[in-house]
């Protein structure tokens, strides 16, 4: 109880600083077409991702799993392992925004006797047809992350990927590949 009131003060206090760093595009930011649910949960590597301060702490290893629920959510577990070695584990929910497509969601890391707080974009923006690896962004851009099925991807694989963050507008120099 007292950590989580304690994250959710962090989380006011660091609130103005969060949306610093946001990438100018006025060009609106295109998800996939589809999104199978059941496809999409389970494990996923990070393989780069735009700095942010709510990660500042994860040094390598870092990882997302998705697990479907039975009001039609999803519980989101996001681990990594710090600098100091130790691992850092943050549990949250999803909920989709748009049912025609299941590409646009929204997040909370902030629960407070039992209810969710401070919800932020998850888009999908480009999903391999074999769901072995996604694009995440946020409709301004201030976010990004590249994901897969594996640790790695191959090097013509990812230049795929960054062609494609380029077309979604994104610079894609702002990417920092993640050590897994």
Known sequence: MKRTIVSALVFLTLFPVIGTGEQKNSQALEVVDNVKLNKYIGLWYEIARIPNRFQKSCARKVTAKYELREDGRLNVINKCVKENGKTSRVKGIAKI????????????????FGFSLFWGDYWIIALDENYEYA?????????????????????????NIFKIIEKKGYDSDRFKLTEQ
């Not at 925004?97 to 407070?112: C, E, R």
């Not at 694009?135 to 230049?159: A, F, N, Q």
């Open 97 to 112: 925004v748009d049912p025609q497509t299941n590409a646009k969601l929204k997040v909370s890391f902030v629960q407070i």
């Open 135 to 159: 694009v995440v962004g946020h409709p301004k851009r201030k976010y990004g992350w590249i994901l897969s099925r594996s640790p790695e991807l191959s090097d013509s694989t990812l230049r």
